[in-house]
């Protein structure tokens, strides 16, 4: 069932984007594994928070050995989350609450468990064989640098069964398609037209930035890759209009702006290096970092939007920033070196936060009110902790907390046969971190979320609109104007851990009351001379200007 | 009448957007367009470099400069909006300017400097001079480390000095201060050092600053608070000083900065707390002492002349200030032709000693005490000159000791004349 309501073909940039692993929200069988049927019993959850779209990670039959990122069967659901009927029951549900629903879509490499990848091994003449990359060496691509830098010792495998060499960005048992040939770009948009003629609203295309391979190059943001994905978006353009492609591409502003093309590309990208800048200004109570990425953040086509996110499913990724700025990370959010996996930091955002609230509302007010799409990593709406002792990432993927009751509300089964541990510290454990009891009080941080997603989307302004920063001389202050034809809304943030006075040049619109938009409570007109804040620590506001 | 604030409002609005820091480097300037922007953009690679984690802040403090000065200053921030190509820095860098109340005076330039550091809390600070145009980044390092990193109190600097540079230093001010505090630091009246929050508060929290002491001697006082109020000191060598034109420098201003500061302390403590015995070293990063002996243009007989004149021309005043054997002494010496005239260390270190005691015990107007030395201090200098004409480093060196040691081995001479007789 395609979505009923009124066919924006811009609605992802009002979008309230939630992030969430089928697996890790709700069991309604009991065999302790997230299934469809529970997340479709949580989109009352869901809609009441304010979320208007979803983006499932992987929901592919997998051999899970990278959390369900190495696919072993495009055309279908993994069992433990149910069957294909599961899923369009849910899509459904999920649009008849005005929901959108995103998939995972993970275009360079399957796992090696896939079929295509067992026929393309199983001689060097099978009509698959070059469905991968092969290689009689391993030296090829030498410009490629190594992703996963934690486990893998090379981007190339060798593979007993054929004998030979097969190219590999990620893990050794996630082999890359080739994109150069045509089969393989052919199956692969049918693929995408099969979940779309299906009714999801989108894709989020996985590690987008490596399907091509060129040598005397880094392997990365080709042209023939940017050809390629234009291709598929003409055709879903043309078949499938309104739909929503986002690329997750972890690379600087410059080489982002690529993958928007002429608004013939994608539609959203993420913006990767804007994320840990946001932790590191809170950190320095420096507004700089924040503002120089947006500054070098190249414009965009009017069509396209950029997503913004505090924390995902991976860990918080330190590839786009200096080794100065990498090393400063490590010691103020990651001390204890178990916390470092690949270059990044694998916590969830309010232990990155130390469990603060003020700050945990300060980066969420940031993240809904600067220009982009935001998205909110499941459980991070009621401050989940998380268990780095898990391994790999998996200790940012772990059961959502519903209640205080058995398995924190998430599965009936036996808590040992869960398909991670529930946290069960006095700080994060579910009976201290629950959404029921969260829902009871209107200070908790859940019913705070839901109320300042309400304010977000009372305009149109925080998706659509311009933004102009202001430069007080205090530095701890990052203050900026969004404006959407005449509505036009100031934004002050005081990064700092202390109480600051902010003197603002706001000349240009004197004669405006400042109305602020949590209380909707008057401030004093705006005057001819510098306009006088003071704010507590970590404190932002967001005023509506109104002439009167 | 309300006290004026040495905080102008601009001054405290800068302030305020600056917030807490934890290192502040103070510039007093006037008129300095020739030379600070070199030395704020050196101050700036320096904490980069260096400090690029801590929180700091560039604080000009200007007596009134009416060329570019402050503007050269301010253009050294580093901000969103302002950025160095060659420099990736962490944070923001506040470099403010702002005019403090008053007159022009070094003394009032510190006290504003340390009224910023108390109000941003800052941690470790240092003072660098506008006119050090050959600073290097280098020496950011060099004097703040020791107070960040290993919690000493003053840092003041080492230099490697031409041994015809620096005289009122190695003749007078460090013998003397040796002598009487018992620490071997080299440079009591620095141009540039550092110290820590602490000792900026505890040297702020001193009645001076309405006082004379408090406008032109503050550098020299904070020195001296520092060795006797037991904080910990530290030296750090920073490599060549600048020369300065000795000609065109004002000797009696200069006396009055120093020497007078000196003589005006020994008042504040004392004078039987003064170390009885043998002067102890200071910790210090580098060599203590280094001395360059490329050649220089002096202007021996000038001095050998203001000499002989002076000690003529005060005659009265010197007999009211010194002991009658030490007065026969320099008449003797003055008699004597160019080349074989010499201030004995002997003879200057009781004439140093005489004069501070008359300043206690003020025979005549203070001031005029500081004057009076003026003359018999060129003869001293011009004795240096002589005797060190053909000498390589270590040979200076030695015979600055050698000067030292006799400061030291006439304490007593000192105790003598101070509350006794001539």
């Known amino acids: 069932m395609v979505l009923a309501s009124p066919q924006d073909t811009l609605w ?8 969430v692993h089928v697996r890790a929200f709700y069991d309604s069988n009991g065999d302790g594994i997230g299934d469809f049927l529970g997340l479709s019993q949580k989109l009352d959850y869901l809609q009441q928070l304010g979320v208007t779209a979803l983006w499932l990670m992987p929901i592919f039959p997998s051999p899970m050995r990278d959390d369900g990122y190495d696919i072993a069967d495009y055309y279908s659901v993994h069992p433990a989350y149910g069957n294909l009927d599961d899923f369009k029951a849910f899509l459904a549900a999920a649009h008849q609450r005005d929901i959108r629903v995103i998939i995972e879509m993970v275009l360079n490499h399957t796992s090696n468990q896939h079929p295509w990848f067992q026929e393309s091994r199983g001689s060097r003449d099978n009509p698959r064989r070059n469905w991968y990359v092969w290689s009689e060496t391993d030296t090829r691509y030498r410009g490629a640098r190594i992703i996963f830098l934690d486990t893998e010792l ?36 049918k693929v995408m037209k099969f979940w779309l003629e299906m009714g999801v609203d989108g894709f989020r295309l996985d590690a987008v930035p490596y399907l091509v391979e060129r040598e005397a190059t880094n392997c990365e943001n080709l042209p023939e890759t940017h050809a390629i994905l234009k291709e598929f978006r003409a055709r879903i353009d043309k078949e499938f209009p309104g739909r929503m492609l986002l690329a997750e591409a972890n690379q600087w502003p410059a080489d982002l702006r690529q993958y928007f093309g002429d608004g013939d590309e994608f539609h959203m990208a993420f913006h990767f290096p804007l994320m840990p800048r946001m932790f590191m200004g809170l950190k320095l109570e420096d507004r700089k970092p924040i503002t120089e990425i947006l500054q070098q953040t190249p414009a965009i086509p009017e069509s396209c939007q950029w997503c913004l996110f505090l924390r995902n499913h991976d860990e918080l990724t330190l590839e786009m920033v200096t080794d100065a700025e990498r090393d400063y990370m490590y010691d103020e959010y990651a001390k204890d070196k178990g916390m470092r996996l690949n270059l990044g930091i694998r916590r969830r955002l309010a232990p990155l936060l130390d469990n603060d609230r003020r700050r945990i509302e300060l980066m969420n007010g940031m993240l809904l009110s600067l220009p982009g799409t935001p998205i909110i990593y499941y459980g991070d709406e009621i401050g989940m902790g998380d268990n780095i002792n898990l391994g790999d990432r998996n200790g940012v993927r772990t059961p959502m907390q519903w209640n205080g009751g058995w398995n924190g509300g998430f599965s009936a089964a036996d808590p040992e046969t869960l398909y991670s541990p529930l946290l069960l510290n006095p700080v994060y454990g579910f009976q201290a971190v629950n959404a029921l009891s969260q829902a009871r009080f209107d200070h908790s941080l859940l019913s705070w979320m839901k109320h300042i997603i309400k304010v977000r989307k ?55 009351i400042l109305i602020e938009m949590f209380g909707r409570n008057i401030f004093p007109r705006i005057g001819d001379l510098p306009y006088l804040l003071t704010m507590g620590p970590y404190q932002f506001y967001w005023f509506r200007l109104r002439r009167v | 009448m309300a006290e004026e604030s040495i905080l102008t409002d601009d001054f405290l609005r800068e302030l305020i957007n600056v917030g807490e820091v934890d290192i502040l480097i103070g510039v007093p300037t006037y008129n300095d367009a020739a030379t600070v922007g070199q030395v704020v953009q050196a101050v700036r690679a320096g904490l980069v470099e260096y400090f690029p984690r801590e929180r700091a802040v560039i604080v000009n403090v200007d007596g009134g400069s009416r060329d570019a000065t402050r503007d050269l200053v301010r253009a050294a921030s580093i901000s ?43 941690h470790a600070c240092a003072v660098i001079s506008p006119s050090s145009a050959n600073i290097q980044p280098e020496w950011i390092n060099q004097l703040l480390r020791p107070v960040c990193r290993e919690n000493a109190d003053l840092v003041t600097p080492v230099y490697c000095r031409n041994k015809f ?38 040297l702020l929290a001193q009645d001076i600053w309405s006082q004379e002491i408090g406008q032109i001697g503050a550098e020299t006082y904070l020195v001296i608070q520092a060795v006797t109020g037991g904080f910990r000191l530290a030296q750090s ?46 910790p210090t990063n580098g060599p203590e002492h280094q001395v360059s002996v490329e050649p220089v243009r002096v202007n021996r007989k000038r001095l050998y002349q203001g000499f002989t004149h002076g000690v003529a021309e005060l005659e009265p005043v010197l007999s009211s200030i010194l002991s009658a054997r030490t007065l026969a002494e320099l008449r003797r010496a003055a008699t004597l032709a160019e080349d074989d005239f010499r201030y004995s260390d002997e003879l200057w270190a009781s004439t140093v000693y005489e004069f501070a005691a008359s300043y206690h015990k003020a025979v005549i107007s203070r001031d005029h005490i500081v004057q009076a030395l003026a003359p018999l201090y060129r003869g001293r200098a011009y004795t240096f000159l002589v005797e060190n004409r053909d000498a390589k480093g270590e040979e200076v060196e030695a015979n600055v000791e050698a000067l030292c040691q006799t400061f030291e081995r006439l304490r007593p001479h000192l105790l003598e004349v101070w509350d006794g007789g001539k």
């Open chain 1, 12 to 19: 992802y940039k009002d979008a309230i984007i939630y992030q």
């Open chain 1, 154 to 189: 090379s981007n190339w495998a060798w593979d007993p069964v054929s004998k030979e060499y097969y190219w590999h960005r990620f893990f050794s048992h996630q082999p890359d398609l080739n994109y150069d040939n045509p089969a393989v770009r052919e199956e692969i948009w």
């Open chain 1, 458 to 512: 009372s305009t149109p302004v925080f998706g659509r609109g311009s933004i102009e920063f202001l430069y007080p001389a205090n530095h701890r202050v990052l203050a900026y104007m969004r404006q959407l034809g005449k509505e036009t809304v100031l934004v002050v943030n005081n990064v700092s851990s202390s109480a600051q006075a902010v003197e603002l040049d706001l000349r240009r619109y004197k004669g405006n």
């Open chain 2, 80 to 122: 969103d909006l302002q950025r160095v190509s060659d420099l990736h820095a962490l944070r923001t860098l506040h470099s403010i300017s702002a005019r403090y109340a008053g007159d022009p005076a070094p003394g009032t330039a510190l006290h504003a400097i340390l009224t910023a550091a108390d109000l941003l809390r800052a």
């Open chain 2, 165 to 202: 540079d620096g005289l009122l230093v190695r003749n007078l001010l460090y013998p003397m201060t040796r002598a009487l505090y018992g620490r071997r630091l080299r440079e009591p009246h620095p141009a540039e050092f550092a110290f820590s929050g602490r000792l900026g508060n505890h």
């Open chain 2, 237 to 282: 060598f920073l490599g060549p000083k600048l020369r300065i034109d000795q000609a065109a420098a004002d000797l009696v201003k200069a006396l009055r900065q120093s020497v007078g500061v000196l003589f005006w302390a020994l008042q504040q403590h004392p004078l039987a707390s003064a170390t009885n015995g043998e002067s102890q070293p200071i």
